[in-house]
């Protein structure tokens, strides 16, 4: 490795400092050095995640089709697709309101 070294500068937030402080002081090690050791597996890194990602969603469709088939197992008779549907608008409405919420707890 040259003994050149390029300057480099950005923005976080101050939960992914902490992250990155929090991970360097678990492995005995400046940020510094964590931060070269991130940018000298860079690649590799990326596609692991990458793949991560991937499975973590093929699981979650997994779920979702898992959990699909057990509530039209368990429904009963009378419940129909509309009911289903309005349910869905629901749960939307709700996850909505928790991001608004959340963004709200995080401006504080």
């Known amino acids: ?4 070294k390029v ?3 950005w923005r976080l937030e101050p939960e992914y400092a902490a992250a990155l402080t929090k991970v360097a002081e ?5 940020r510094s050095r964590l ?5 000298a ?6 596609r692991f995640l990458e793949s991560e990602r991937a499975k973590q969603q093929s699981e979650a469709i997994a779920l979702n089709g898992n959990l699909s088939r057990w509530i039209l197992d368990n429904m009963t ?4 697709p509309e009911w289903l ?9 709700a996850a ?13």
């Open 35 to 39: 931060l070269r050791e991130f940018a």
């Open 96 to 108: 909505q309101m928790k991001r608004v919420k959340e963004a709200e707890n995080g401006r504080e």
């Open 77 to 80: 008779e009378e419940m129909r």
């Open 26 to 30: 678990a492995r005995g090690m400046t």
């Open 7 to 9: 300057v480099l500068s």
């Open 41 to 46: 597996n860079a690649e590799s890194f990326y």
């Open 85 to 93: 549907e309005f349910l869905g608008d629901v749960m939307r409405h």
């Open 1 to 4: 490795m040259s003994g050149h």
